[in-house]
Every structure is written in structure tokens, then in C-alpha cells.
């Protein structure tokens, strides 16, 4: 997509400036908003190994997990990612999907029963049913509703 190609000129440098992670992560952003599983995967990849200042190791995971809940093999490759984080990245990557999603929480990490009651009001708001309470499936529970209330636009292709 465009979006990847942009993404992948600030990461190697070719625009004026230089390499700019962070503009990097903003259009991988773009690219899997779209669908595109490789950009999900990049942005949590370079997020994890470059550490652009705008972004927390939690925003990897978030990344992580909406690439994963597509298909193709940069979908399986996020699910690997995800699979290798501690759980505090994936319970931080948890909450970044809930404040995305409109919930009112602190993204720290420290998914405890105020983060679980929360996510139980999210998901009633949307009709989804029951929390997960085991952090991988929480996060994948989380990406599923973020493309369910935010699809990705098929004109586009």
C-alpha cells in the first residue's frame, strides 16, 4: 500500500531530514488501518527495536495485535511478536486498545480489576459479551472489536 511505502521511505531514510522513526510508525499506523498486516507488523517490530520517542512498548503491542487478528503471513509474524512479549506489554497493549476504544483508564501496564471492569463496560457498550480475563486472549479480544468498530475500507483496492 502507499501507506507501507511511505513508511518504509522515513525508516531507510530516503525523504529529506533523514530517518525518522516516529514519521516511520505514523504511516505503518496508516497502512494496517487499511488492512495491511505488514505495516501492523513493522510498527511493532521498529517500535520494539528502535524505540521512536513517541511511542511506548505498549503501542507495540497494540500494533501487534491488530495485525494478528488479520490474515497472511504478517499477521501470523505479529502473533509472534505478541507471543514473545511479558505480560505487562501485553496487558499495557490491552488498555492502548481500550483507550482507543473510548475507555477512561491509565495505560500502565498493571491490568488489575479496575482495567477488567472497564473493559467489561467496553464491551457491553458494544454488544460484545463477556471479558476475557487471560491477558493474550484479552488483547486479541480487544483487536477483534477495533476492526469490528473501525473496519477497514475494501474501496480501497
Known amino acids: 500500500t502507499a501507506?507501507?511505502?511511505i513508511a518504509r521511505m522515513y525508516r531507510d531514510g530516503r525523504v529529506r531530514g533523514g530517518v525518522d522513526m516516529n514519521q516511520a510508525v505514523v504511516w505503518f499506523d496508516e497502512g494496517l488501518?487499511?488492512?495491511h498486516a505488514r505495516s501492523g507488523y513493522n510498527a511493532a517490530l521498529h517500535i520494539l527495536e528502535d524505540r521512536p520517542?513517541?511511542?511506548?512498548?505498549?503501542?507495540?503491542?497494540a500494533f501487534a495485535a491488530k495485525s494478528s487478528a488479520l490474515s497472511g503471513r504478517y499477521a501470523s509474524k505479529s502473533a509472534d511478536i505478541l507471543n514473545d512479549l511479558p505480560r505487562k506489554l501485553i496487558d499495557g497493549g490491552a488498555q492502548r486498545l481500550m483507550v482507543d476504544l473510548g475507555a477512561?483508564?491509565?495505560v500502565d501496564g498493571a491490568?488489575?480489576?479496575?482495567?477488567q471492569a472497564e473493559l467489561q463496560k467496553l464491551l457491553d457498550?458494544?454488544?460484545?459479551?463477556?471479558?476475557?480475563?487471560?491477558?493474550?486472549?484479552?488483547?486479541?479480544?480487544?483487536?477483534?472489536?477495533?476492526?469490528?468498530?473501525?473496519?477497514?475500507?475494501?474501496?480501497?483496492?
Request: charged residues 20%; aromatic residues 12%.
Open 111 to 115: 491490568f488489575g480489576p479496575a482495567s
Open 104 to 106: 477512561d483508564l491509565a
Open 53 to 61: 520517542s513517541d511511542y511506548a512498548p505498549f503501542d507495540a503491542a
Open 33 to 35: 488501518s487499511r488492512g
Open 125 to 157: 457498550r458494544h454488544n460484545v459479551g463477556t471479558a476475557e480475563t487471560d491477558p493474550m486472549a484479552r488483547i486479541l479480544q480487544l483487536a477483534a472489536l477495533t476492526w469490528r468498530t473501525n473496519p477497514f475500507r475494501i474501496d480501497l483496492y
Open 3 to 5: 501507506p507501507f511505502n
